[in-house]
C-alpha cells in the first residue's frame, strides 16, 4: 500500500486531467481550476482510494469519485469562505476576494455538480449505492454548517449538540470518503458501513484536534495564528465542554469570552482552560474518538497489514506525528 | 390528456408531500418550504409530467423528476436573487431578505442535493440517463448565467450571442425537463432528443417575448413594472438587436442606453426602437423559434392528437391567449 503522499500527488495529477483550464466561460471555470490547484493535503480523496485498494479495487477504478469528493470539499470551501467573509485560504486570496462573490457562489455552484457528475463515472452496478450515499453526505454536510451557524449566536452549546455538529459538518465527508472507496472496491454494506464509522469517528477527532491546536499548538505546526477560535467566538469542544462544566470557572469563562477580542481575551480564556485541565480532557477526547475509528476499521474484516495505514492516517491526523 | 392548471395542482400537492416544514435544522429547511410554496406556474414540472404521459407513463413515475426539476429551478432562482440583489419575487421578500444571504447561499446548495437526490428516484434502468441529462443541463444554466453576468459589463452583445446565452440559461431546463419526462415515458433517444429540442426552442421563445413584454406589454399582463431591463442595462433581444443593426439608429440607442435609469431613459430607447420597428422583429424571432419548437416535437413520432398540448403550452408561453 502506498503512503499518503503518494496518493496525493496521483490526485492532483488526475484534477490537472480534469481540463479545468481554458475551459469556456472562463469566469466560471478559472475560478474552479484555482481552488482545486490550491495544494492541501487531499485527505479526503487519499482515504477513497486509500479504501478502494484496501478492499481490492485499482487506483484508476476509484479516481473519479475521489476527484467528485475532493471537488466537493472544495466546494463548500468557497461557499463557507463567502458565508464566514474569510479572505485568505492555503495561503492564497479567497475566490471571492480575486474574483467576487457572485463568482464564488456560481462557480462553488459549478463545483457541486461537477462533482455529481464525477461521482456518476462510477460502475453501473454500484452508480445507485454511491450516489446514494454521497447524496445524504451532502445534506449532512449543510446541516452541520446550518447548526455550526445557528450555534454562533446561541450562547451555550453541550457538548452533545457540538459533537454531534462535527460528525455532519467534518465526519460526514471522511464517512462517505471511505464508505464509497469500500463501495467501489466491492465491499459488503457490513463492511462499507465499518469505513463509514472510522471516516466519521476520525473526523471528529481530527476535528478536535483542530480546536486543541488553535489553544495550545504553535502557529508553525497550526499554519495559522494561534486564538483565532477563541477572537472568533466560535464553539469548539474546550468551550463547550467548560461552559458545561458549571461552577464559577464556566461562570468566569461565559464573562471572559465576552471581552473584547485581542491578546486579553486570548490569554484570559486560555487561563481558564488551564485552570479547568481543559487541555488534558481535550486530548482525552481525541484519543476517544480515535479509539472508535480504530475499532470500526478493525470490525470491517480487513486483514491486520491492511489495517496499518488507517492507523497511520489516524495518527498524523491527531498529532502523533511519529 | 390534462391541462396545465391540473398538473400544477398535481405538483403543488406533491410539494407538500416533500415534508419540507417542520424539517430540522429550520434555518436550512424553513426557507426551502418557503421557495417552494411561494406558487408560480409550475411550467417545468408540468412540461416533464406532459412529456412522460404523452409517451405513456403515469404521473406517478414522473413525479419525483418533476419535482426535482423544480427544485433546481428555484435553487437558480434563490441564487440568482442573491447574485442580482432582487428583494422581491412573486410578491414576496426573496430569501436572502426574509432571512439573509448565509442562509440563501446554505438553502440553495441543500435545494440542489434535495434536487440530485429526487431525480435518483427513477427507476434503476433510466437512472444513468436522466441524471447525465440533469448533470448536462446544470452546467449549461450556470454557464448561461455567467455568460449573462459577463453580458452585462460589455458594450454589445451580438444576437447570436444573446440566443445562445439564452439557451443555455432557460433553454437548457426547460429542454431537459422535456427530454427527461421522454426519457421516464419510455421514448427513444432520438424521440426524447426531439422533445429537448421543443424545450429549448420553447425557452427561447418564451424569453424573447419576456424582453418584448418588458417594452411592449403593460404591467397587468407582465406582472412587474414596464421598462425594468432597459433600466438596469440588461441585453435583451431588442438591445441586441438595434445595437448590431448599425447605423444612425444604433448610434442612437448606443448613447440613450447611458442615460441616467428612469423614465427618460425608457422612453427615448423604446422610441428608437419603435423607429427602428424592433417589436416586429422580435415578433418574428418569437414566431420562429415558436415553429421550430413545434417542428421538433412533430419529429418526435407523437400522434397528432398527443401533440396538441405543446402546441397549447408554446401559445400560452408566447402570448396567443386565446
Known amino acids: 500500500m502506498k503512503r499518503l503522499s503518494e496518493y496525493a500527488a496521483e490526485v492532483a495529477s488526475a484534477i490537472k486531467g480534469l481540463d479545468l483550464e481554458g475551459r469556456e466561460p472562463s469566469r466560471l471555470y478559472s475560478p474552479i481550476e484555482y481552488a482545486m490547484n490550491a495544494g492541501g493535503k487531499r485527505l479526503r480523496p487519499c482515504l477513497t482510494l486509500m479504501t478502494a485498494e484496501a478492499f481490492g479495487a485499482s487506483i484508476s477504478e476509484a479516481m473519479s469519485a475521489a476527484l467528485g469528493l475532493e471537488m466537493f470539499h472544495n466546494f463548500t470551501l468557497l461557499h463557507d469562505d463567502v458565508m464566514d467573509k474569510s479572505d485568505m485560504r492555503r495561503g492564497r486570496p479567497t475566490v471571492h476576494v480575486k474574483w467576487d462573490e457572485n463568482t464564488a457562489i456560481l462557480s462553488g455552484d459549478t463545483m ?78 457490513a463492511s462499507a458501513a465499518c469505513m463509514r464509522e472510522y471516516g466519521e469517528m476520525l473526523g471528529i477527532a481530527f476535528q478536535i484536534e483542530d480546536d486543541w491546536l488553535d489553544t495550545y499548538g504553535t502557529a508553525e505546526i497550526f499554519g495559522k495564528p494561534i486564538g483565532g477560535d477563541i477572537n472568533n467566538g466560535k464553539k469548539t469542544y474546550l468551550l463547550t465542554y467548560g461552559l458545561g462544566v458549571g461552577g464559577a470557572d464556566s461562570e468566569a469563562l461565559r464573562t471572559a469570552v465576552k471581552l473584547p477580542a485581542g491578546d486579553l481575551r486570548v490569554r484570559t480564556v486560555t487561563r481558564i482552560y488551564d485552570k479547568m485541565g481543559l487541555s488534558q480532557q481535550c486530548r482525552d477526547a481525541i484519543a476517544r474518538y480515535s479509539s472508535k475509528a480504530l475499532e470500526a476499521v478493525k470490525r470491517s474484516g480487513l486483514s491486520e497489514a491492511a489495517v496499518e495505514p488507517f492507523k497511520a492516517m489516524l495518527d498524523k491526523l491527531t498529532g502523533r506525528r511519529s
Chains 1, 2 share one sequence.
Do not use: H, P
Open 112 to 189: 457541486l455538480t461537477l462533482a455529481e457528475g464525477l461521482m456518476m463515472r462510477v460502475a453501473d452496478d454500484k452508480l445507485r449505492r454511491v450516489m446514494e450515499i454521497f447524496n445524504r453526505m451532502s445534506l449532512e454536510v449543510y446541516e452541520g454548517q446550518a447548526y455550526d451557524m445557528a450555534y454562533e449566536e446561541r450562547e451555550s452549546v453541550s457538548v452533545d449538540e457540538y459533537i454531534e455538529m462535527v460528525r455532519l459538518k467534518t465526519g460526514a465527508l471522511l464517512g462517505a470518503c471511505a464508505e464509497i472507496g469500500a463501495v467501489i472496491g466491492g465491499a459488503s454494506d
